[in-house]
Nanobody
């Protein structure tokens, strides 16, 4: 079992919604940033949304206004709420987290969860 485990992916019709969840087995309070990335077939992995310690969030232009990243520190969970899904959102979605240490950065990845949006 990895330190980041995603769930919630699946098949949805265009215009539909999904919520991805990431269970994090690391102290949330030790994390510098948490994020969701995605990788579509034949494309490089891209940042979808990130949240930085302190609460600020950033989104890819392609998902602004449709996706929301949130976390629940008490439950050690990271979420990606996806609305108005489009076929081009089809990808494997990965949970990411990192810690800033005196010796460098520890980066953690989940195994990915498939999201398929049918037209």
């Amino acid at each position: 079992q990895g330190q980041l485990v995603e769930s919630g992916g699946g098949l949805v019709q265009a215009g539909g919604s999904l919520r991805l969840s990431c269970t994090i087995s690391i102290s949330m309070y030790s994390l510098n940033s948490m994020a969701w990335y995605r990788q579509a077939p034949g494309k490089t992995r891209e940042l979808v949304a990130e949240t930085i310690s302190g609460g600020s969030a950033n989104y890819a232009d392609s998902v602004k206004g449709r996706f929301t990243i949130s976390s629940d520190n008490a439950k050690n969970m990271l979420y990606l709420h996806m609305y108005s899904l489009k076929p081009e959102d089809t990808a494997v979605y990965y949970c990411y987290a990192d810690q800033k240490m005196s010796t460098g950065t520890n980066a953690y990845w989940g195994q990915g969860t498939q999201v398929t949006v049918a037209s």
